[in-house]
């Protein structure tokens, strides 16, 4: 079930990521005739990007909430969250700050809100029931 709910979330993820990446540019791309097609095909290449890219430290983030039985859907959304702007900023050892304007960008919006649909959607498939087979609940 957790495999199954990580995938949509991947997907959902992804839908908000492209849209919301689209959507400042919208009249451009409904002008050259975008099809629809085109869209679900850059969400399902996305899915997959982002499934591959989030995997293990969105097993880690799993691994945990199961053994604590984390249920509540604002944990998830916000662990959602933090883990795609921690992935967006990924590690960076020099500290170096000298384009602020870069770390506050609709990109990274955009990825914190995808990563809070992820969260989202995991939590409504396989969260909400988080620990229950330790029988403690």
């Given at each position: ?37 085109a869209v679900w095909a850059i969400v399902a290449i996305g899915a997959a ?59 990274r919006e955009v990825l914190a809100a995808s990563g809070i649909a992820g ?7 396989a969260g909400r029931r988080a620990g229950a087979w330790t029988n403690r609940?």
């Amino acid at each position: 079930m957790m495999m199954f709910a990580y995938g949509l979330a991947s997907v959902a993820a992804s839908a908000v990521f492209t849209l919301g990446t689209l959507t400042p540019h919208w009249d451009d791309v409904t002008a050259i005739g975008f099809p629809p097609l085109a869209v679900w095909a850059i969400v399902a290449i996305g899915a997959a990007i982002i499934g591959g890219v989030a995997f293990l430290p969105t097993l880690a983030i799993v691994a945990i909430a199961e053994a604590l039985a984390l249920r509540s859907v604002l944990v998830y959304a916000a662990l959602g969250g933090a883990l795609a702007l921690a992935l967006s900023y990924g590690i960076d050892l020099t500290g170096d700050m000298s384009e602020p304007q870069t770390y506050f960008s609709h990109e990274r919006e955009v990825l914190a809100a995808s990563g809070i649909a992820g969260g989202l959607v995991y939590w409504l498939v396989a969260g909400r029931r988080a620990g229950a087979w330790t029988n403690r609940a």
